[in-house]
């Protein structure tokens, strides 16, 4: 088992599954808009995912979380990227490890981040990613929205 520098934020850990060993890791992205930080963090991330790799010699991963970043500027109703660099670190961590945003391949990119108020922020920062083949297999998708008062 893996965690990241900062207690709470990651855990990986390498599970055998259907017979073989797959990478299961829960994150939870730095939530501030600092751009350096949520940078390392992905970095770290992505550290993390190729030692494990390595270690047992397997390709399968499984990551879930809420990244507190976007992959893809449709995934942001702003114009603007806050954490630009982020987001790059993103997509190279998507690319250098072959993984699949399952939203995305089943067509369910609906935003998973509110904001109300004068400017009406939302955003898709949750994500399921894996590196397993996923063609051929029915996923079937429930989401539910729950209003939090305080």
Known sequence: MRTG???????????????????VAGVYGPSESND?????????LSRILRELKHIYRTQHIIIAGDFNAVWRSEDANSHHRLKPRTTGQFNKLIEDHNLTDLAYQNNHTTHTWYRQGRLAQSSRIDY??????TQGLDLQTTRTNTKLTT
Not at 5 to 23: C, D, F, K, M, Q
């Open 128 to 133: 399921i990613l894996t590196s397993i083949p």
């Open 5 to 23: 520098a900062t207690p709470g934020h990651l855990a990986a850990a390498v599970y055998e599954v259907h017979g073989s060993r797959t990478i």
């Open 36 to 44: 350096k930080t949520a940078t390392k963090f992905i970095q770290e």
